[in-house]
Nanobody, 116 residues
Framework: QVQLVESGGGLVQAGGSLRLSCTAS????????MGWYRQAPGKQRELVAL???????NTADSVKGRFTVSRDNAKNTVYLQMNSLKPEDTAVYYC??????????WGQGTQVTVSS
C-alpha cells in the first residue's frame, strides 16, 4: 500500500507564498506521475499541476506563472511552490500518485486558505 504524506498548507494573506510537499512511500521508479489537485467548497476537484517520471509538467491555466511543480527523486517527494496567492486559491489540496500500472493513490489533503 502506497502512502503519501503531505505538508505545508496553512493560512496566508493574498500575495503571499506557500510550498506544499508530498512524500511517497513508493520508489520513484514505479511512478508514472505525481501531482496536485484541489477542491474548493461546493466545487469539483481539479488538477493544479503534475510532473511525470520523465520530468514533463502540466499546469492548470488558472495558476500558470504563479505555481510551480517540482520533484526530488532521491526523496520520493513532489513539491508545489505557490506564489502570488489569491483568495480563489483557497481549497483543500490533494497529492496524487499514479503508478506505471495505472493504480492511483491520494493523500489526505492539506488546507490552503488565502485571506484578502
Amino acid at each position: 500500500q502506497v502512502q503519501l504524506v503531505e505538508s505545508g498548507g496553512g493560512l496566508v494573506q493574498a500575495g503571499g507564498s506557500l510550498r506544499l510537499s508530498c512524500t511517497a512511500s513508493e520508489s520513484i521508479f514505479r511512478i508514472n506521475y505525481m501531482g496536485w489537485y484541489r477542491q474548493a467548497p461546493g466545487k469539483q476537484r481539479e488538477l493544479v499541476a503534475l510532473i511525470t517520471s520523465g520530468g514533463s509538467t502540466n499546469t492548470a491555466d488558472s495558476v500558470k506563472g504563479r505555481f510551480t511543480v517540482s520533484r526530488d527523486n532521491a526523496k520520493n517527494t513532489v513539491y508545489l511552490q505557490m506564489n502570488s496567492l489569491k483568495p480563489e486559491d483557497t481549497a483543500v489540496y490533494y497529492c496524487k500518485l499514479v503508478l506505471l500500472t495505472g493504480t492511483a493513490y491520494w493523500g489526505q489533503g492539506t488546507q490552503v486558505t488565502v485571506s484578502s
